[in-house]
């Protein structure tokens, strides 16, 4: 099974300001066939199911703010908050989608500094 | 737009049986899969399988192999998880989530969630 590492576990960002959440694969999950990297970016407040916000490493979804971005290849990604708001806070979660079991990063908890 | 409505809260004793359901509306069930996620207090997101309603196949994590049934009513437009031989441990909240298409793994909607206690 693919292991996905998240880090940090938590992190206070002033708002405003940048916040970055990593995730590392124990495996790449680029496809070598398409190019594409399967991995999605959720985020989840609390009560609520999670709301995908970054497919294939990189393309945000539909409504998503722009000060969401998300960057990396292979085994290592970045998300990305531009400028903290408020309606921010919550835990962000990675995962991978290229092969069964589809596995999930351990989460970072957002909060405001 | 896209809904899925899962079944209310759920209280079973260990080695009791759930079966959790989830319907879809605002879409065509049968062109999405349907996945089920749980998520423990304090854990991580866990996949238990998917099910492609089109043709009704099933992936199952290794974990929930012999333990999870996926199954789907495509006149109902609902998908079900049943979870056997409940555990303690099992007390969770149980998702569903479309996949973007019949076959694929990336999820792009999701349940509200149906809290399973499992507790003697």
């Known amino acids: 099974d693919f292991v996905m590492t998240q880090s940090p576990d938590s992190l206070a960002v002033s708002l405003g300001e940048r916040a970055s959440i990593n995730c590392r694969s124990s495996?790449?999950?680029?496809?070598?066939?398409?190019?594409?990297?399967?991995l999605a970016w959720f985020q989840q407040k609390p009560g609520q199911p999670p709301k995908l916000l970054i497919s294939?490493?990189?393309t945000r979804e539909s409504g998503v703010p722009d000060r969401f971005s998300a960057s990396g290849s292979g085994t290592d990604f970045t998300l990305t908050i531009s400028s903290l708001q408020a309606e921010d806070v919550a835990v962000y979660y990675c995962?991978?989608?290229?092969?069964?079991?589809?596995?999930f990063g351990g989460g970072t908890k957002v909060e405001i500094k | 737009q896209v809904q899925l409505v899962q079944s209310g809260a759920e209280v079973k004793k260990p080695g009791a049986s759930v079966k959790v359901s989830c319907k879809a509306s605002?879409?065509?069930?049968?062109?999405?899969?349907i996945h089920w996620v749980r998520q423990a207090p304090g854990q991580r997101l866990e996949w238990m399988g998917w099910?492609?309603?089109?043709?009704?196949?099933?992936k199952y994590s290794q974990k929930f192999q012999d333990r999870v049934t996926i199954t789907r009513d495509t006149s109902a437009s609902t998908a079900y998880m049943e979870l056997r031989s409940l555990r303690f441990e099992d007390t969770a909240v149980y998702y569903c989530?479309?996949?973007?298409?019949?076959?694929?793994?990336?999820?792009?909607?999701w349940g509200q969630g149906t809290l399973v206690t499992v507790s003697s």
């Open positions: 099910i492609n309603t089109d043709n009704g196949n099933t």
């Open positions: 495996q790449s999950i680029l496809s070598t066939s398409n190019n594409k990297n399967y």
């Open positions: 294939w490493a990189s």
């Open positions: 989530a479309r996949g973007q298409c019949a076959g694929c793994y990336l999820t792009d909607s």
């Open positions: 605002g879409y065509t069930f049968t062109n999405y899969a």
């Open positions: 995962q991978h989608y290229y092969s069964a079991p589809l596995t």
